[in-house]
Every structure is written in C-alpha cells, then in structure tokens.
C-alpha cells in the first residue's frame, strides 16, 4: 500500500457541486462528511450522493466518508452506505473507546479501513488504549481540536498548551502503534501563514499529515510537512555515510557536519525501507 495521504480535505457529502474542486485541489485523499457539515435534514440526501460518487479519470487519492459517532442514531444508515460505496474507509468521529472501534469495523466490514478521530477529553486520556485496540482495520489515529475545547469546557481562548497536551498525547499513541498521526484542520481559510506555521509545528510534533477544510490549503500543508522523496534521500545519504565510515575502520560517522547516532540511523534505515 501506498504511504498514508499528507492531506485529507473535507467535503460535505450532500454538496455535490464542490467535488470538481475538489477533485482538482491536489488533496491526497477527500474526506466526504455525512456528519458535522451535514444538517440533520440533509443526512439521507448526503448518503445518497455516496452512491453516485464517480472519481475522475486519473483520480489517484484515497476516499474516505466522515460517519457519525458509532453511538449516534444515524451511524448504521451510515456505515451501510459506506459500505456499498466506492470510497477507501471511513473517519470514525468523537471516538473514546476501544468497544466503539471494535463495533464500527464490524458494521464497516473487512474492506474499509478505519481512520479514528480523538476529539473529547476521554478519548485523549485514553488514545493508547484506541491505538492499539487490535483492529486490523484502524489505519491512522487524527485529532479534532474543535470538539475537545469543547469537551475540555476552557473557554473561547484557552491556552494553547491544551491543544498540544492532546496533540503529544495522539501522536505518541500513533508512534508507539506504528500508525500515522493527523491533525486537526485550520478553521482560518484566509490565514495561510498560520496554517504553514502551525502544520510545520505539528510536523515537529510527529504528526505527519493534516486535515484541510478548502482547497487553497493543501499546497501549504504540502509544504509544511515536507517532501516524502526529500526525506527518503536524506535517509539514503545517512546510511551511505554510516556504511562508508564503517567500511573505512571509522568509530563515528557524520553528514552534514553533524554526528550519526543511533537513533538517526535507526530512522534513516526506516525511511529508505519506506516506513
């Protein structure tokens, strides 16, 4: 399989007439919403357009369906019509519970895979237990910053240590399940630099891709997180430098000017197998 998307853009499922956009917009992967975005009138209408959902020639990217939270009224309708349409998985919102993961891959099935979306209190506390829940279907652990200030009750500005509280908290329950972390969209569509400065940040964080909510977005997350073949390069470059040491009789390798350890080997061997 193909490296995790760097970025997974939004669509509201029942808005049928923002998909040549975003088609066209660059995304890695679209995120089709039957939850938030979607008003409660609209839910039958937006499972529905999952059934005509037609990628155009070329489309490469994943597809995923934001469902409701498995103990929402709507999610069986849901992961019925996830299940029956041509999209990659589903982003399992507001989840806090190992049994809530267990349920919705059932309901799924085998096939989709399983994007889950920590965004309360609970689900933060308990992000190790969700990371490894053992559902083979579960591939990447996201944060959903709105819904835990929410759920946090810290006010209309609260510190931003509270955020990234959460945001270590998901990455290293990602890292230590060998999953990907996402992070949460930049609600600001005209703030660009913001948006390049905080993905930037949650690239340093260990988050190594972003939700995006317009189309203008995604070439700045792009470049915030980085280029994958860059990295693969600096990677072979450091297990060339290590080995050539090695060869020479050398107890210590540089690149760069700066010393190879272990840990940067470790990491520079992984990249160059592609993980």
């Known amino acids: 399989m193909s490296a995790f998307p760097r970025s997974l853009l939004f669509v509201p499922a029942h808005r049928e007439t923002m998909l040549p956009h975003a088609w066209a917009s660059g995304a890695e992967a679209l995120v089709l919403d039957l939850e938030d975005s979607v008003p409660a009138a609209e839910k039958a209408a937006a499972r529905d357009a999952l059934a005509r959902l037609a990628p155009p020639d070329g489309w490469t990217g994943r597809i995923f369906v934001r469902v409701n939270a498995v103990t929402a009224p709507e999610f069986a309708a849901d992961a019925q019509a996830v299940a029956a349409a041509r999209v990659h998985g589903a982003v399992l ?52 910053a709105e819904d835990y200030r929410a759920s946090m009750d ?46 930037r940040r949650a690239r340093g964080l260990g988050f190594c891709a972003r939700f995006a909510i317009h189309p203008s977005q995604i070439s700045v997350i792009h470049d915030a997180l980085g280029d994958p073949e860059a990295d693969r390069r ?27 350890d272990a840990a940067t080997l470790r990491r520079a061997r992984a990249l160059t197998r592609g993980e």
Do not use: H, N
């Not at 329950?173 to 990907?180: E, M, S």
């Open 154 to 199: 810290a006010g209309v500005t609260p510190d931003p240590a509270l955020f990234d509280f959460a945001r270590l908290a998901i990455a290293t329950a990602a890292a230590a399940a060998g999953l990907p972390a996402v992070d949460a969209p930049e609600l600001d569509v005209t703030d660009l630099e913001g948006l390049r400065a905080s993905t």
């Open 93 to 144: 919102p507001k989840t806090e519970r190992p049994d809530e993961v267990r349920c919705a891959a059932d309901a799924l099935g085998p096939d989709r895979a399983i994007v889950l979306l920590v965004e309360t209190a609970r689900g933060v506390v308990g992000a190790a237990d969700l990371a490894r829940c053992g559902v083979p279907q579960m591939v990447a652990l996201a944060f959903g």
């Open 234 to 260: 600096w990677a072979a470059r450091v297990v060339e430098a290590y080995e050539r040491a090695a060869a020479e009789g050398r107890g210590a390798a540089a690149l760069d000017g700066r010393m190879i």
